[in-house]
C-alpha cells in the first residue's frame, strides 16, 4: 500500500484542483491498520500536496496520518531516520490541518523539541546521504526546521553521497538526496543536478513510485526557488 499511496500522491503535485484526495485513491478507510502502517512508511508525504502544492486535503487524510502519529511514536531509543519522520508528520499535519480550515498553512515547527541533528555533521558523506534519504519527506521549501539547517552546511558531501547513489543504481536513494540538494543552497553547478533527477526517474521510476516522488517533489522545489530568483531580478 506504500506504493499505492505514493503514486497517488505524485498526480496531484502536477497541478490541477484545490483539493487533493489521496486515501479516497486507494479505496480504504482510515482506520484500515495496512494504511496506517503504509501512512507511517511514506511519512509526511502523504500530505505533499498540501504542503508541496498548496491543495486542501481531505478530512480522511488528514484523519489518515493523525492516526498514524498517535499509532506509531517513536520510543527513547528511536533512531533519527524515525523520530525526525515522526516530526515531519506532525509539521505536515498542523500546515494541512490549517489548510482545511480555510486558513493558511503555517510554516512553523510543531510543538516540542525537535529532534537532534548532530549526526548530521559527524557521519560520513557516505552515511550521512544514506540516512537523509530515509527522511527525504522533510526537503520542504518554505518549512523550516533544524534538520534542514544541518543539511544546509553538506551541500558537497550529499552531493558525493547522491552521485555514490546513482553509480550503485540505488534510485530510491539517488531521489531522496536529489530532492534534500533541489531544497539546498551551495550544490556545485558540476553536479547537473537537473539532469541528474531525471535520470533518476528514467531508472527508478517505473519499479518504485516513491522515487517518482521524491523526483516530482524535488522538481517542485527547483521550480519554486528560480521563480523566486526571476522575482527578485536575480
Known amino acids: ?23 479516497g485513491s486507494v479505496l480504504t478507510g482510515a482506520d484500515d491498520p495496512v494504511a496506517l502502517a503504509a501512512a507511517r512508511v511514506l511519512g509526511a508525504d502523504v500530505l505533499a500536496p498540501c504542503t508541496l502544492a498548496g491543495k486542501t486535503p ?6 489518515l496520518v493523525g492516526a498514524a502519529v498517535s499509532a506509531y511514536p517513536p520510543g527513547s531509543g528511536a533512531s533519527a531516520a524515525t523520530a525526525w519522520t515522526h516530526w515531519g508528520m506532525c509539521a505536515a499535519l498542523e500546515r494541512a490541518r490549517a ?50 539547517d544541518a543539511v544546509a552546511r553538506r551541500p558537497v558531501d550529499l552531493s558525493r553521497g547522491f552521485v555514490r547513489a546513482v553509480r550503485r543504481r540505488d534510485w530510491l536513494q ?22 541528474g533527477l531525471e535520470f533518476v526517474h528514467h531508472m527508478g521510476a517505473a519499479a518504485d513510485a516513491r522515487v517518482a516522488l521524491h523526483v516530482r517533489a524535488a522538481r517542485l522545489a527547483r521550480e519554486t526557488a528560480l521563480l523566486a530568483q526571476d522575482r527578485a531580478g536575480v
Do not use: Y
Not at 481531505?58 to 484523519?63: C, E, H, L, N, R
Not at 546521504?129 to 534538520?147: K, N, R
Not at 539517488?174 to 539532469?195: F, K, Q
Open 1 to 23: 500500500m506504500v506504493q499505492e499511496f505514493a503514486s497517488a500522491v505524485v498526480p496531484a503535485l502536477r497541478g490541477g484542483g484545490g483539493r487533493s484526495d489521496v486515501l
Open 58 to 63: 481531505t478530512d480522511a487524510d488528514v484523519a
Open 99 to 148: 489548510a482545511g480550515a480555510g486558513g493558511t498553512a503555517p510554516p512553523g515547527a510543531p510543538d516540542g523539541a525537535a529532534p537532534a541533528t548532530d549526526w548530521v555533521a559527524a557521519e560520513s558523506w557516505q552515511r550521512v546521504t544514506h540516512q537523509l534519504a530515509q527522511v527525504a519527506s522533510l526537503a520542504v521549501p518554505g518549512m523550516p526546521s533544524a534538520l534542514a
Open 174 to 195: 539517488a531521489a531522496g538526496a536529489g530532492r534534500w540538494l533541489a531544497t539546498t543552497e551551495g550544490v556545485p553547478e558540476s553536479l547537473c543536478l537537473d539532469t
